[in-house]
């Protein structure tokens, strides 16, 4: 049964970055999509962004485009966010997620995930 561990998470200031890493062991993920998502307290959990299984299809959230960048190591069955010119307002848990199905494109909706990791806490002070 594969796992996913999430690291990198910290206290950063506005307009600071973050590198959040996405560790999988006990099976492989070069087959699946992976997405990242995020949750603040009190509010719902939500989709941040995703690769393909061939890491050549990026597809991100508007609120964080063009600031992450999701990657992907199949090599060393890892994904990575990179999260620069972060704001208060990207202060969550961030999650990330194994697809339930192989060799899929793209999946935004959290229930197309079977697979999640434990968290990692990113808070933005202002």
């Known amino acids: 049964q594969v796992q996913l561990v999430e690291s990198g998470g910290g206290l950063v200031h506005t307009g600071g970055s973050l590198r959040l890493s996405c560790a999988a062991s006990g099976g492989t993920i070069s087959t699946y999509a992976i997405g990242w998502f995020r949750q603040a307290p009190g509010e719902e959990r939500e989709f941040v962004a995703t690769i393909d299984w061939g890491g050549r299809r990026p597809y991100y959230a508007d609120s964080v485009e063009g600031r992450f960048t999701i990657s992907r190591d199949n090599a060393n069955n890892t994904i990575y966010l990179q999260m620069d010119n972060l704001k208060p307002q990207d202060t969550a848990v961030y999650y990330c997620?194994?697809?339930?199905?192989?060799?899929?494109?793209?999946?935004?909706?959290?229930?197309?995930?079977?697979?999640w990791g434990q968290g990692t806490q990113v808070t933005v002070s202002s």
């Open positions: 997620a194994r697809e339930g199905r192989p060799w899929m494109l793209r999946a935004v909706s959290a229930d197309k995930y079977n697979v």
